[in-house]
């Protein structure tokens, strides 16, 4: 994802690997965008999801789902503040595509 990201000078990529620090740091720094796996080692993307829509400093971003798991979420697929559900291995041009969109880089 690091090299992906550098795609885009410009754009900072705070990572994550356990999802409660991925809400502490979501609800801190407040990204513009959350690129989100479905599959952390202490909680599931759809835990981490519905945390993020519960607290008013994040309920409002948008979120891309990047994952090996091509199951859509139960907390309502592209619902839920979910813009993209990509599975991997994913397109590169269709992710930067979602990121440039959600970041008003077009």
Known sequence: MRNVIR???GVRLLVSGIG???VETATSER???ILLDRHLPDMTGDEILQILRARPETEHIP??????DTARPR???TGFGVVAYLTKPFDIRELLSHIDDALGLT
């Open 31 to 33: 990204p513009d965008l």
């Open 20 to 22: 409660a620090d991925a």
């Open 63 to 68: 979120v891309v789902i990047v994952s090996g």
């Open 75 to 77: 907390t309502g697929g």
């Open 7 to 9: 795609k885009r000078p």
